[in-house]
Nanobody
């Protein structure tokens, strides 16, 4: 399973960005999808995740109320809508897939597939 994240860029604090995660087998294999991020000098951290059916979502406390994860299995894509961006949101964002029919996990090592990241830079 190959996943590809896109949509990153340079924005100002308070702006919005929409990241997309695409994968040709996003629906042929039951996958929960998560977004993680890694800032320079820091460990990779969980951002958000959505179950295969889209009925379960989970968010890191730092992004609750600002970020929304959604998926369109017909389009084989998962979207992370990021609003009210802050400089501390600056990081490389990765999407990842875990073979799971129900529920989500928030720990990176639980995920089976990873795509290349997309850089999000938020200036103050």
């Amino acid at each position: 399973v190959q996943l590809q994240a896109s949509g990153g860029g340079l924005v100002q604090a308070g702006d919005s960005l929409r990241l997309s995660c695409a994968g040709s087998r996003l629906t042929s294999t039951p996958l929960a999808v998560g977004w993680f991020r890694q800032a320079p000098g820091k460990e990779r951290e969980f951002v958000a995740a959505i179950s295969f059916g889209g009925t379960t979502t989970s968010y890191a406390d730092s992004v609750k109320g600002r970020f929304t994860i959604s998926r369109d299995n017909a389009e084989k894509s998962v979207t992370l809508q990021m609003n009210s961006l802050k400089p501390e949101d600056t990081a490389v964002y990765y999407c990842a897939g875990e073979r799971r029919l129900h529920g989500v996990k928030t720990v990176a090592r639980e995920y089976d597939y990873w795509g290349h990241g997309t850089l999000v830079t938020v200036s103050s």
